[in-house]
């Protein structure tokens, strides 16, 4: 996805010229938004301000300026700006970039090469940015929308700051629709109501605001507009949602939280969202029951029919109506009792069977269906529980030489409160049992 303000085409001087171009911003200081990175304590115009510039990936979603602080930081270190896209270069390509680069930095003119969609680049393409970086011959300014954990070589990682830059806040939209009303010398004709439902429809993505700005300036309208009179003539723009990026991750993760967090509101605006965005409801269905079992699980043993009969509701139902049956499941969840104690002591048993190898059990709990298991002492000594006091032997049944631990805690929460119980009062029992034996 290319970004905010691109360089344009050639154009003859009498040429129409969109609303954006004619907005490009000429200097950092007229960006609009990004003071995080722009600002006099922020890295960039730190790097400015001392007048060297290092290599750079900047991290954000689409329209909020990527290739705009590329052309202008090239501009004001009087570096030659080169753009490239990783959709459409392929390795020639590159080696003429850096044959290119080369030439300039022979005749002490530096390059700063910005590369749009840089994650789309493979690994070895990516490698081949590294040693024309080291040596100067470029300053890389990578631009991108996925996460650059995920999606680019620890190398370039290591060799290039990360900047992450923000979607577009509602005053910044604002002041972005004054500034195109000033270039086009005329008011948008709408109310209130609707200006602002216009900069929502922007969704963060200055691009895309000016764009829907000229739509608008374009209707030969003679009273201001409505919501609903501007709703029925523009499209409402899609919330960005990437079903296999950082974004589906994100949203699943506030799901998660909000429902872990006790929050119901929160957790279905969460739901809701991922379904605005198109997220298969059988991929939540899981998620959903993936939360019963880790968050709430003994607390309240209930969650997870609750879940199982959810996602069965959907799968005879479909949508919509079996969307309603997730979501009256997000609901129970959200304000069930937690407890994590269970998850916690199936991490510590596992851990607990890695470390003790391959001890035996106890050979009293062993069972001796031949004569020689029984001469080597299989079985020998057991308590048969129901014969026991209580119907409770309180016998050991870890391996011999292994300290006997406690992994499952239970919370003092819902039904984990009478677990916890049972298990305060099994342990008093075998402590007193176990004291007679010795």
Same mark, same amino acid.
């Given at each position: 996805?290319?970004?905010l303000?691109?360089?344009? /085409?050639?154009?003859?001087?009498?040429?129409?010229r969109?609303?954006?171009?004619?907005?490009?911003p *000429?200097?950092?200081?007229?960006?609009?938004g990004?003071e995080q990175?722009l600002?006099?304590?922020?890295?960039?115009?730190?790097?400015?301000a001392s007048?060297s510039l !290092?290599?750079?990936i900047?991290w954000g979603?689409?329209?909020?300026?990527?290739t705009?602080?590329?052309?202008?930081?090239?501009r @004001? &270190?009087e570096l030659?700006?080169?753009?490239?896209?990783?959709?459409?270069?392929? +390795?020639?390509?590159?080696?003429k +970039?850096f044959?290119?680069?080369?030439?300039r930095?022979a005749?002490?003119?530096?390059?700063?090469?910005f590369?749009d969609?840089?994650h789309?680049?493979?690994?070895a393409?990516?490698? !081949?940015f590294?040693?024309h970086?080291? #040596?100067g011959t470029i300053v890389?300014v990578?631009a &991108?929308t996925?996460?650059?954990?995920?999606?680019?070589?620890?190398?370039?990682?290591?060799?290039a *700051?990360?900047?992450v830059?923000?979607?577009? !806040?509602?005053?910044?939209?604002?002041?972005?629709a004054?500034?195109?009303? =000033?270039?086009?010398?005329?008011?948008?004709l709408?109310e209130p109501a609707a200006r602002? /439902?216009l900069?929502?429809m /922007?969704?963060?993505d200055?691009r895309?605001?000016?764009n829907?700005?000229? *739509?608008?300036?374009?209707?030969k309208t003679?009273?201001?507009? =409505?919501?609903?009179?501007?709703t029925?003539r523009?499209m409402r723009?899609a919330a960005?949602?990437?079903?296999?990026g950082?974004?589906h991750y994100?949203?699943?993760?506030a799901l998660?939280k909000s429902?872990? =967090?006790s929050d119901? #509101?929160?957790?279905? $605006?969460?739901?809701?969202?991922?379904?605005? =965005?198109g @997220?298969?409801p059988?991929?939540?269905?899981?998620?959903?029951?993936?939360?019963?079992?880790e968050?709430i699980?003994l607390a309240?043993?209930?969650a997870?029919?609750?879940c199982?009969?959810?996602w069965?509701? $959907?799968?005879?139902?479909g949508?919509?109506e079996?969307?309603?049956a997730l979501?009256?499941?997000v609901i129970y969840l959200a304000?069930a009792?937690?407890?994590?104690?269970?998850?916690?002591a199936y991490?510590? !048993?596992?851990?607990?069977a890695?470390k003790?190898?391959?001890?035996p059990?106890?050979k009293?709990i062993?069972?001796?269906?031949t004569?020689m298991?029984k @001469? *080597?002492?299989?079985?020998?000594?057991?308590a048969? #529980?129901?014969?026991?006091?209580d119907?409770?032997?309180?016998?050991?049944?870890?391996p011999?030489?292994?300290q006997?631990?406690t992994?499952?805690k239970p919370?003092?929460?819902?039904?984990?409160r009478?677990?916890?119980k049972?298990? #305060?009062y099994f342990?008093?029992?075998?402590?007193?049992?176990q004291?007679?034996?010795?």
């Open positions: 996805m290319s970004d303000f691109e360089t344009p /085409a050639p154009q003859t001087p009498n040429a129409p969109p609303l954006a171009d004619r907005l490009r *000429q200097t950092l200081a007229e960006v609009i990004q990175v600002g006099p304590d922020g890295p960039l115009g730190v790097m400015l007048g !290092s290599s750079l900047l979603p689409p329209g909020v300026g990527k705009t602080i590329a052309r202008l930081l090239a @004001e &270190t030659h700006f080169e753009q490239i896209s990783a959709i459409f270069t392929g +390795v020639p390509d590159l080696r +970039v044959e290119a680069a080369k030439l930095r005749n002490d003119r530096g390059t700063l090469l590369v969609e840089i789309r680049f493979n690994k393409q990516q490698d !081949s590294l040693p970086m080291e #040596d890389l990578g &991108t996925e996460n650059p954990s995920f999606e680019l070589n620890a190398a370039i990682l290591s060799r *700051q990360v900047l830059l923000n979607r577009l !806040s509602s005053d910044e939209l604002e002041k972005m004054s500034r195109a009303e =000033g270039e086009a010398g005329k008011k948008l709408l602002s /439902a900069l929502d /922007a969704d963060g200055g895309a605001l000016l829907l700005i000229e *739509q608008v300036l374009a209707w003679t009273a201001p507009l =409505g919501v609903d009179q501007l029925t523009l723009r960005k949602y990437d079903k296999s950082e974004e994100n949203l699943i993760s998660h429902v872990r =967090g119901p #509101d929160a957790a279905l $605006y969460w739901y809701s969202r991922m379904l605005e =965005g @997220e298969d059988r991929y939540l269905a899981r998620r959903i029951l993936r939360m019963a079992v968050d699980a309240d043993p209930n997870q029919t609750i199982l009969h959810a069965e509701t $959907y799968e005879r139902l949508s919509p079996g969307e309603l979501a009256q499941a304000l009792p937690k407890t994590n104690a269970g998850y916690v991490k510590a !048993s596992r851990d607990a890695r003790s190898g391959s001890e059990p106890p009293h062993l069972n001796a269906p004569k298991m @001469e *080597q002492g299989y079985g020998a000594g057991y048969y #529980d129901h014969d026991a006091e119907g409770f032997s309180g016998q050991n049944y870890f011999e030489t292994m006997r631990p992994f499952y919370v003092d929460r819902g039904f984990e009478d677990l916890k049972r298990a #305060d342990a008093g029992l075998r402590a007193k049992r004291g007679r034996q010795n």
